[in-house]
């Protein structure tokens, strides 16, 4: 009897062994998948759920209606410092290099995915390893490659070449490196490669990110436009009229992978999130509410830096969700690591506030005001610093804009008649400027 209840307990104990071990693969297992994709040049007049009504983005609007819609997100005028800010989780002035280039010593957010258990991919555009004259103009810095920066796999536009990447792109994979895809198109080769990724890993945890080309210039045919067969891609042409379709494929290409999560079953296991990499390129105007907002891309205005930012979990984020918090770019890692689990393993300055409660519907942690340092090197832009809250601007030259009824910054207070009764505000944004430097 005792042999008997003594082989009876063994095999009890084994069987919550195991089945202890299979929780925790399963808990594992149940980590969120993250797709994050960021367009490029995309003000927030664009979209039709923000008021837009230039160009029609029912894919879009559908992920914000069915999630939630950021009315306050903020990056920084110009690409690589946006993209170095959104991977990294630090304000420019810590480690920016360089235009077109990533510091190899960076943890970015792809590492931390890594450390989580997550398979991470990449596909879009890179440039941030840099060519020659970018990395002289860097004090002959070098960039880093996307394998460096934490991604396990990836499909990329200007790594090592510069070449198309609308018809006919030179693209970069890690099986094959860069080949020209004679006849294809850009966005659908790099579509392609998200999808089959997402298929081959759908059993396990990913991280996608999608720094998508679009809607950067040249403005050129898309394969929806008869011109786009008969497009020669040698010519000069950058015609703005052009735009409003590269918006379209744009938003065509978002349905497509809402599509591919359903179809994989993995949509509530998914968390999409969406925003522009800066403002509109200038020589695009768009409707917004009846007005016209003309793109102010490398500029500090609002035209310039106020972007789209959308998140969509079925089942966790409630849909019709306005978010009227402030967010900038280095919220992004931080928000990342919190849904992913993992922690800084070593005490890193990150500047981000996550706002994964956020999403969640809880406003406990919010920021009260958004800090950007803009020196891209690049270009004409000069650099320019300044923190700013939804009402309230003042950069580091002591200029001071009401942006309610200023948005365009054409009328500043200087600090001989700032608004007295805006004292609290403006030694609390002095002080700010004072700390990041």
């Known amino acids: 009897m005792l042999r008997l209840q003594f082989y009876l307990i063994l095999l009890v104990s084994t069987f919550l062994i195991v089945s202890c071990k299979n929780g925790k693969n399963q808990i594992a297992v149940k980590k969120p998948n993250v797709i994050l994709i960021m367009a490029d040049d995309l003000g927030y007049e664009t979209i039709g759920t923000y008021g837009g009504s230039s160009y029609p983005t029912p894919n879009l609007d559908k992920l914000a209606n069915e999630g939630m819609r950021f009315d306050h997100c903020y ?52 440039q941030l390893l840099g060519n020659a004259y970018q990395q002289k103009l860097a004090g002959d810095r070098i960039g880093t490659t996307p394998e460096k920066a934490g991604f396990d796999d990836y499909c990329l536009w200007q790594i090592d070449y510069l070449g198309s990447r609308y018809k006919d792109p030179l693209l970069s994979t890690k099986k094959n490196g860069a080949i020209t895809h004679q006849g294809q198109y850009g966005p659908d080769v790099f579509l392609k490669n998200i999808t089959s990724f997402m298929e081959n890993h759908k059993d396990s945890p990913f991280f996608v990110y999608y720094p998508m080309v679009l809607t950067h210039d040249p403005f050129v045919p898309t394969p929806n436009n008869k011109e786009f067969k008969g497009f020669d891609t040698k010519s000069k042409i950058n015609d703005a009229t052009y735009f409003g379709e590269m918006v379209e494929y744009m938003d065509r290409i978002i349905g497509e992978i809402m599509k591919k999560t359903e179809e994989l079953g993995i949509r509530e296991n998914t968390l999409i999130l969406f925003v522009g990499d800066n403002g509109t390129d200038r020589d695009v105007t768009s409707s917004f509410n009846g007005i016209s907002i003309k793109g102010d891309k490398g500029h500090t205005t609002d035209a310039g830096t106020h972007v789209p930012f959308i998140a969509n979990w079925k089942g966790k984020i409630a849909p019709k969700s306005i978010n009227n918090n402030l967010i900038d770019f280095t919220d992004f890692l931080p928000t990342l690591m919190d849904i992913s689990g993992t922690t ?39 650099p320019k610093r300044y923190v700013q809250n939804k009402q309230w601007k003042l950069y580091d030259t002591g200029e001071l804009y009401n942006l309610a009824q ?22 609390t944004f002095k002080g700010i400027l004072n700390q990041y430097k």
């Not at 920021?367 to 020196?375: L, T």
């Not at 054409?410 to 004292?423: A, G, I, R, V």
């Open 75 to 126: 990056s920084t005028p110009l690409c690589t410092p946006s993209r170095v800010q959104i991977m990294t989780g630090k304000y420019n002035f810590r480690n920016y290099i360089g235009f077109g280039l990533l510091d190899p010593r960076e943890k970015t957010f792809g590492h931390y995915m890594q450390e989580a258990g997550y398979e991470t991919y990449i596909a879009g555009k890179w």
């Open 344 to 382: 800084p393993t070593s005490p890193v300055p990150l500047d981000g506030i996550s706002f994964y409660q956020q999403l969640l519907g809880n406003n406990s942690q919010k920021r009260d005001w958004i800090f950007c340092h803009y020196a891209p090197n690049w270009g004409k832009f000069e």
């Open 406 to 427: 200023d948005i365009e910054e054409e009328h500043p207070f200087s600090p001989d008649n700032y608004p007295k009764e805006q004292k609290e505000v403006l030694t």
